[in-house]
């Protein structure tokens, strides 16, 4: 079997209010994100408060025939951070 095509997908229900869900891979995509809505939640600070903060669920579905999981995980924590800390996009 031959896969030819290495597209990115980004499905974005969060926008409708969605708080997760599971995208599923097109034939001939490489990899599909599911972004869901950010909810207020209580987390745990560094310094061991307590408080809220905006989190949501972003997951990705890959065809690792196209797409090595090593890079995958590389990828999410790079989005992570540039989420966390939109700062580093500025020039």
Do not use: C, W
Not at 55 to 67: E, F, G, L, P, Y
Request: glycine share 10%; aromatic share 6%.
């Amino acid at each position: 079997m031959l896969v030819s095509l290495g597209t990115f997908t980004l499905s974005n229900l969060g926008m409708f209010g969605v708080d997760r869900f599971d995208a599923i891979l097109p034939p001939g995509t490489g990899a599909i994100m599911a972004v869901g809505a950010s909810q207020p939640t209580v987390v745990a600070s560094k310094d061991g408060r307590i408080g809220l903060k905006n989190q949501m669920q972003v997951n990705v579905t890959a065809d690792h025939r196209v797409i090595y999981g090593a890079d995958l995980a590389a990828f999410l924590q790079t989005l992570a951070q540039i989420i966390e800390d939109p700062k580093d996009l500025t020039f």
